[in-house]
């Protein structure tokens, strides 16, 4: 007589075990989740120096800057196969090798003398990056749930607002030695490994004796469930990242000149995300609910923004815009990850991520040809404004559908 088939359990009715649910496994993710943040921003302070090092190389003002953008291509590309990977391997497992490789990696230009072989480094720095984020989402899903697992995923954007302006100015105080030693950063992977080895338990669904074969047939991944949500993550990533990006451009349209008064505005806006980060924590309902409201709220800062006449007044618009991209990216997170079970969750994490990360990579390139339709960038971030509202306003009429 066959053995029936259980059906495929939904997303949070899987739970995960109970082992090492100490606050030393939260602080392991979130340090894991900032070290994809520190590729992208550790290094900006030092790219003049390292272009005048290498000032006799073709091609050089090509290619230093794309050592700096380099890892979160490799990482948008490389995170749905790492996702796989994680699937079947298992999370702590790969996180750990990951890391290891990561921090070896990373430091690698250290002693390296050649520029390309330096860009090489950085792409195989973007497979590990790829790895470790997707690694460190997937486990927050299966540690957690609920209102707990929103708190975290929260808490995993507050510390990458936070680490990013920690990683920058560390990375200009380093800079003032070397534009080499900014590198030495990458060797905390290193330190992160091995107590993840030991701090992090496998997943354990309840009821299924192996975390990494869940019960129930082999069935296809729900891609038809995560394409909506994976497209609207590329645009949120866009606005997500248009302020850091474009902050010291738009205030230089107005005048302002001094690196101190911009690195301020910039700290003051990131200083809005974690702000809003908190709030999302904080605020009753469903993240599907308040998506619509979130994306108004990036919209209305944008908008402010392209019609300012005074850098006290962009200021005012970034803050009103990062308040709501704090809570825009747990929102879109979280959304993703109710849509997942247990055996898919690995492969879900892992297309969210290049999602994106394939925002973050496109955002400049888009603004770019804003600028150049739109005649300013301060006009080309309205636009993205106004486009920010029109997806609030779709967003909301399909909910009352």
Same mark, same amino acid.
């Given at each position: 007589m066959s053995r029936p088939v259980s059906p495929p359990a939904p997303a949070d009715s899987l739970r995960p075990s109970t082992e090492n649910t100490g606050p030393l496994r939260a602080v392991l993710l979130m340090a894991?989740?900032?070290?994809? &943040?520190? +590729?992208?921003?550790? !290094?900006? %302070? @030092?790219?003049?120096?390292?272009?005048?090092?290498?000032?006799? &190389?073709? +091609?050089?003002?090509? !290619?230093? %800057? @794309?050592?700096?953008?380099?890892?979160?291509l490799a990482l948008a590309l490389l995170a749905p196969f790492a996702g796989v990977i994680v699937d079947r391997l298992g999370r702590v497992r790969l996180l750990v090798v990951a890391t290891i490789v990561y921090a070896l990696l990373g430091t690698a230009p250290?002693?390296?003398?050649?520029?390309?072989?330096?860009?090489?480094?950085?792409?195989?720095?973007g497979i590990t990056e790829a790895a470790i984020m997707t690694c460190c989402?997937?486990?927050?899903?299966?540690?957690?749930?609920g209102r707990t697992r929103d708190r975290y995923l929260a808490l995993q954007t507050m510390c990458a607002s936070v680490s990013a302006t920690a990683f920058f100015v560390l990375g200009g105080a380093l800079g003032s030695a070397s534009w080499r030693a900014p590198f030495w950063i990458y060797a905390v992977g290193l330190l992160l490994a091995p107590v993840m080895a030991?701090?992090?338990?496998?997943?354990?669904?309840?009821?299924?004796?192996?975390?990494?074969?869940?019960?129930?047939?082999?069935?296809?991944f729900p891609v038809r469930r995560m394409a909506g949500i994976c497209a609207l993550t590329v645009f949120g990533a866009m606005v997500f990242y248009t302020v850091p990006v474009e902050m010291s451009y738009l205030?230089?349209?107005?005048?302002?000149?001094s690196t101190g008064v911009i690195g301020l505005a910039t700290a003051l806006a990131s200083a809005a995300t974690v702000v809003g980060s908190i709030a999302f924590t904080r605020l009753s309902g469903g993240a599907a609910g308040r998506l619509p409201l979130v994306f108004a709220l990036c919209g209305a800062g944008f908008v402010v923004i392209a019609l300012a006449n005074s850098p006290v007044i962009v200021v005012v618009g970034a803050v009103l815009n990062c308040l709501g991209t704090g809570m825009l990216l747990p929102s879109l997170l979280t959304i993703a990850m109710s849509r997942?079970?247990?055996?898919?969750?690995?492969?879900?994490?892992?297309l969210w991520t290049a999602a994106f990360f394939a925002g973050e990579f496109i955002c400049p390139l888009v603004l770019i040809g804003?600028?150049?339709?739109?005649?300013?960038?301060?006009?080309?971030?309205?636009?993205?404004?106004?486009?920010?509202?029109?997806v609030a306003g779709g967003l909301l009429l399909g909910r009352r559908r």
């Amino acid at each position: 007589m066959s053995r029936p088939v259980s059906p495929p359990a939904p997303a949070d009715s899987l739970r995960p075990s109970t082992e090492n649910t100490g606050p030393l496994r939260a602080v392991l993710l979130m340090a894991g989740s900032c070290l994809p &943040v520190l +590729g992208a921003v550790l !290094l900006a %302070p @030092v790219l003049p120096k390292m272009q005048e090092h290498f000032a006799a &190389v073709p +091609g050089v003002k090509t !290619l230093v %800057p @794309v050592v700096l953008t380099i890892p979160a291509l490799a990482l948008a590309l490389l995170a749905p196969f790492a996702g796989v990977i994680v699937d079947r391997l298992g999370r702590v497992r790969l996180l750990v090798v990951a890391t290891i490789v990561y921090a070896l990696l990373g430091t690698a230009p250290l002693w390296l003398n050649s520029l390309g072989a330096i860009v090489i480094s950085r792409v195989l720095v973007g497979i590990t990056e790829a790895a470790i984020m997707t690694c460190c989402t997937t486990l927050i899903g299966d540690y957690y749930s609920g209102r707990t697992r929103d708190r975290y995923l929260a808490l995993q954007t507050m510390c990458a607002s936070v680490s990013a302006t920690a990683f920058f100015v560390l990375g200009g105080a380093l800079g003032s030695a070397s534009w080499r030693a900014p590198f030495w950063i990458y060797a905390v992977g290193l330190l992160l490994a091995p107590v993840m080895a030991i701090t992090l338990s496998k997943p354990r669904p309840a009821g299924v004796e192996e975390a990494e074969e869940p019960t129930g047939e082999k069935r296809p991944f729900p891609v038809r469930r995560m394409a909506g949500i994976c497209a609207l993550t590329v645009f949120g990533a866009m606005v997500f990242y248009t302020v850091p990006v474009e902050m010291s451009y738009l205030l230089d349209d107005l005048g302002v000149k001094s690196t101190g008064v911009i690195g301020l505005a910039t700290a003051l806006a990131s200083a809005a995300t974690v702000v809003g980060s908190i709030a999302f924590t904080r605020l009753s309902g469903g993240a599907a609910g308040r998506l619509p409201l979130v994306f108004a709220l990036c919209g209305a800062g944008f908008v402010v923004i392209a019609l300012a006449n005074s850098p006290v007044i962009v200021v005012v618009g970034a803050v009103l815009n990062c308040l709501g991209t704090g809570m825009l990216l747990p929102s879109l997170l979280t959304i993703a990850m109710s849509r997942l079970s247990y055996a898919d969750r690995g492969r879900g994490t892992g297309l969210w991520t290049a999602a994106f990360f394939a925002g973050e990579f496109i955002c400049p390139l888009v603004l770019i040809g804003l600028e150049s339709a739109a005649g300013s960038m301060a006009y080309a971030v309205g636009l993205l404004g106004l486009a920010s509202a029109l997806v609030a306003g779709g967003l909301l009429l399909g909910r009352r559908r």
